[in-house]
């Protein structure tokens, strides 16, 4: 019988427990209806503990077993999947922060240990719900509890832990109708419930493995998570999307900036979790609008690792196949591009490519850009941003896509004019791969300027500018302050070209700019004959023209 947890116990645990939710992974899997019919929380948590093992293999063998549990935790943390998952990590932080204070694992180490992990993990889900994997880890903590009270041995609470995390798992039917109309336990429950057991194990020294059993009411059929669609909280068919990313707040902070995101998300869907603490946090929730969620977390830290799944019409309208239906996609080649004006859409239109509407002042959301991808009904798609600010949100559209099958690239234009450089290179005949690297190529090699008017006192990078002067960028940079439009024009223009160039394009925005672009292409044809020059119209708002060097 285990008498303290050093790290070599502590290891034994860990792979005993994988091991154990390696075998139960099929069976948890094939009881989760709650909060949404995927089937993969028994995965889920197999994938997370997973996590959590790796990382513990890079400490070593000598360390203290606070170090072993908390890098433990982390890798928790950071490997988390699934709503199930999530939560799995904040019990086992529960269990670090323990083990951090006791050198020993005894009965009252064991008692804090189910305590503070109980609390953590109900403190971490926004809208907590009887019946599911919380209840199961209250019944334990308050059986360890009520064990020391009356037998203060580590057996005792230990095994008084595991059996009343049996019985709570046998009654979540009786407090979830979800799962009483689909007739079985809940599944992060019976996933607890297995960890628990490997760690009764553990400590008694003799096994506690519950054979595999479906945990469903014999009267009732076979599952069929294609029509579960009814099993949601609210009875109906519930967010479309899973988000989880790791967010990277400012660690003296504290918990503010999550504090301030969780109503945001909140309002957005369901099944709201967020975990973690010292800058770092990993979080869970299903919603419609995936970009919504990632853009809120942009205001309160860093997003990244951004996970979205799609499950609405794999799991609730029961398509086994994607591109099956009225819906489905070819095996074409599609292009997606945001025009800061109309004569910039009907230019990427021209060249194939779906477009939405974008620039400075209108920027697309992520759920534009998705609809969009959409649109163009093909499963691979290259996705040109055009403008620097819009980068993220397209790399957000992207992983939302990817989630339903369709294989998106985001080319790094942060120029419209780059953009059509590699709109004009787009031949759907081509390979893929070979045409997102000729468009790369192209958008690479096409150097950025324009011009416009400050309507505002500042200071730029060429120095103080007036309200009125005219200002030149280049390279996305303010470099020449003016006060005629025409000469900063040509200075931009003469910039770009000063590391080579055979094509100038000049794209003229809304309003009376003709001349604008004429005095530029007359001094061009008068200085730089080699050079060929292209005048489109743009109706671009903001710069009367953009000018473009390849």
């Known amino acids: 019988m285990l008498q303290s947890l050093d790290g070599a116990a502590a290891r034994r645990w860990a792979v005993s427990a994988l091991a154990a939710l390696g075998e139960a992974r099929e069976e948890i899997d094939a009881l989760n209806v709650f909060p949404v019919p995927d089937g993969d929380t028994g995965t889920n948590m197999f994938l997370t503990l997973e996590a959590a093992v790796t990382a513990a293999q890079t400490v070593p063998d000598s360390a203290p077993v606070a170090q072993l549990a908390d890098v433990f935790a982390r890798g928790a943390l950071l490997g988390a999947r699934g709503n199930s998952g999530v939560i799995g990590a904040q019990l086992l932080r529960g269990w670090a922060d323990t083990l951090a204070e006791f050198t020993q694992l005894s009965a009252a180490s064991a008692v804090e240990g189910f305590r503070r992990a109980d609390e953590q993990a109900w403190k971490a889900v926004n809208d907590p719900v009887e019946g599911t994997i919380l209840s199961v880890s209250r019944a334990a903590a308050d059986a360890a509890a009520a064990a020391a009270a009356t037998n203060p041995t580590l057996k005792a609470v230990v095994s008084a832990a595991a059996d009343a995390a049996q019985v709570a798992l046998e009654l979540t039917p009786t407090q979830l109708p979800a799962l009483a109309r689909a007739g079985v336990v809940d599944a992060g429950g019976r996933g607890l419930v297995v960890l628990i057991d490997s760690l009764a194990e553990l400590v008694l020294g003799a096994s506690r493995r519950r054979p595999a059993r479906s945990y469903r009411h014999p009267a009732l059929p076979a599952l069929d998570f294609a029509t579960c669609s009814d099993l949601s909280p609210a009875g109906n068919a519930g967010p479309s999307y899973e988000v989880m990313f790791l967010l990277e707040t400012d660690p003296d902070t504290g918990s503010v900036p999550v504090d301030k995101l969780r109503p945001r998300l909140a309002s957005l869907g369901d099944s709201l979790v967020i975990v973690g603490g010292s800058g770092l946090w990993q979080v869970h929730v299903h919603v419609h609008d995936p970009g919504a969620a990632v853009e809120a977390a942009m205001e309160y830290g860093r997003p990244h690792q951004i996970r979205i799944t799609h499950f609405s019409e794999s799991v609730r309208a029961g398509r086994s196949d994607p591109a099956a239906g009225p819906g489905a996609r070819s095996a074409g080649l599609g292009l997606v591009a945001c025009a ?29 850009l998705l609809a969009a991808i959409r649109r163009t009904k093909a499963d691979s798609v290259a996705l040109l941003p055009n403008d620097g600010d819009t980068m993220n949100v397209a790399q957000v559209a992207a992983a939302a896509a990817r989630a339903d099958g369709i294989r998106v690239a985001v080319l790094p234009t942060r120029a419209q004019v780059q953009g059509l450089a590699a709109a004009a290179v787009h031949d759907p005949a081509r390979s893929f791969d070979d045409d997102v690297v000729s468009m790369s190529a192209a958008a690479g090699g096409a150097r950025d300027g324009a011009v416009t008017v400050a309507v505002k006192d500042g200071l730029t990078s060429a120095g103080e500018c007036r309200v009125g002067d005219a200002l030149g960028v280049v390279d996305g940079d303010f470099a020449v302050v003016g006060s005629d439009l025409a000469a900063v024009a040509i200075e931009v223009v003469e910039r770009l070209l000063s590391g080579g160039g055979e094509l100038v394009t000049l794209v003229v925005g809304v309003g009376e700019h003709e001349s604008l672009a004429r005095a530029v292409a007359v001094h061009l044809r008068n200085v730089h004959r ?21």
């Open 530 to 550: 080699q050079v060929e020059v292209s005048v489109l119209n743009g109706g671009q708002p903001r710069y009367p023209l953009l000018i473009g060097v390849e």
């Open 340 to 368: 800061a004006g109309p004569g910039l859409a009907e230019l990427f239109g021209a060249a194939g490519a779906v477009v939405v509407a974008g620039g400075p002042g209108r920027r697309p959301s992520t759920s534009q």
